[in-house]
């Protein structure tokens, strides 16, 4: 990760045209939008420094307009582990990554199946595919990152 920007507004819609100027702006890729609590939002950008740093000064500007901006940063090339926090492998390391899915999944609890994916090496899915995903769904992404790590 080359430089992560963030915005933290008070209210959901000036959030929403933060994001939105700032991948208009540039060069960026979302990492995440989070409620924080007691109405503040905040949105993650990641992008080469110099295009972080305008999608931020712009997307402040355009928040600024619609509401409260409670305060605006770039980190210019923030250690691996902040990026992690963004792909769900922070918790992955800690428990041990590369997870092996037992051998009757049908008899799972579908969050037991989601708690399982987050662990393992070679999913396809992202920690907010995983969250929302169904039983199938679930079953298909095991099998399939288990032949990913067989074919490893």
């Known amino acids: ?9 008070y209210g959901l819609l000036a959030s929403i045209e933060a994001a939105d100027i700032m991948l208009k702006t540039a060069d960026v890729r979302l990492l995440s939008q989070t409620k ?19 999608s931020v000064e712009a997307g402040l500007t355009a928040a600024s307009k619609l509401g409260r901006v409670r305060s605006a940063h ?18 992955d390391k800690a428990s041990g990554e590369g997870a092996e899915p037992p051998e009757d999944l049908e008899k799972m609890k ?43």
Not at 1 to 9: F, S
Not at 36 to 54: M, N, Y
Not at 74 to 85: A, K, L, S, Y
Request: hydrophobic share 40%.
């Open 36 to 54: 924080v609590g007691g109405g503040l939002v905040a949105v993650f950008v990641t992008g080469d420094v110099g295009a972080v740093k305008a």
């Open 110 to 152: 579908v969050t037991e199946m989601r708690s399982l994916l987050r662990k393992m090496r070679g999913k396809t899915l992202t920690p907010e595919e995983i969250k929302y995903a169904n039983r199938k769904t679930l079953l298909n992404a095991i099998r399939e990152a288990k032949n990913n790590k067989q074919g490893d």
């Open 1 to 9: 990760m080359d430089a992560m920007g963030m915005i933290e507004t």
């Open 74 to 91: 770039v980190i210019p090339r923030p250690v691996n582990e902040i990026g992690d926090m963004f792909r769900g492998r922070k918790e």
